[in-house]
């Protein structure tokens, strides 16, 4: 089974400052997704960024970009030039991509960003 | 607008009785999923449908019921077999269900003991 493995609860940044969220999971598939959601205060999920196993490069979306490390299975979210509207818990989930199986999300515990002026 | 909606917003539930939890979405998704979220953990899955009339139990499916007669729906039951039903419930779906798309969640539903 896998896991997902996000050992910071809590990270406090200032207003235009850069912030690193740590992700870290486990699994024995060699293709998969990776995912990042962002969940602030109205409770609702927001996908943030998305990343595929297979390629190498890092993803990025705006401020938002991933830190991919497939051989060490990290995959870490920096967020630069932080607003208020980041506050949010962060949440790192997991896609295993085998046909026959079911493409099922399994999460990690969250990391409660806030975002201070 | 096109969305996936979740009712009622807030749900109280008596000792002992069923409650239904209502997911609708007009994105055309395939598959459907519902997530239970507690304090301090990650969301866990409690069942998923791939298609209509057809569903999977997920790691937490005891005291759940679910039915996917229409593929716009996926309503959740808690049972009066679920002993500690307060928490936080996310529908979501995606389409197709083997692709690489993303799940995309409705607003949620908040369950608490009367």
């Known amino acids: 089974a896998q896991t997902v493995t996000q050992s910071q609860p809590e990270m406090s940044v200032q207003e235009a400052e850069t912030v690193t969220l740590s992700c870290t999971y486990d699994t024995s598939e060699s293709n998969y997704y990776l995912f990042w959601y962002k969940q602030p205060p109205s409770r609702q999920m927001i996908l943030v960024i998305r990343q595929e196993a297979y390629k190498q490069q890092n993803a990025t979306e705006n401020r938002f970009s991933v830190n991919f490390q497939k051989a060490a299975k990290s995959f870490s979210l920096k967020i630069s030039d932080s607003q208020l509207g980041d506050t949010a818990m962060y949440f790192c989930?997991?896609?295993?991509?085998?046909?026959?199986?079911?493409?099922?999300?399994?999460f990690g515990t969250g990391t409660r960003l806030q975002v201070t002026l | 607008d096109g969305g996936i909606t979740q009712s009622p917003k807030y749900l109280f539930r008596k000792e002992g009785q069923n409650v239904t939890l209502s997911c609708e979405q007009n994105l055309n998704h395939d598959a459907m999923y519902w997530y239970r979220q507690d304090p301090g953990q990650g969301l866990r899955l409690i069942y998923y449908s791939q298609i209509v009339n057809d569903f999977q139990k997920g790691d937490i499916a005891e005291g759940y019921s679910v039915s996917r007669e229409k593929k716009e729906s996926f309503p959740l039951t808690v049972t009066s077999a679920q002993k500690n039903p307060t928490a936080f419930y996310l529908c979501?779906?995606?389409?197709?269900?083997?692709?690489?798309?993303?799940?995309?969640f409705g607003d949620g539903t908040r369950l608490s003991i009367l």
């Open positions: 989930a997991f896609m295993r991509i085998n046909t026959g199986t079911a493409s099922k999300l399994t």
């Open positions: 979501a779906g995606k389409t197709g269900f083997y692709s690489n798309q993303p799940q995309h």
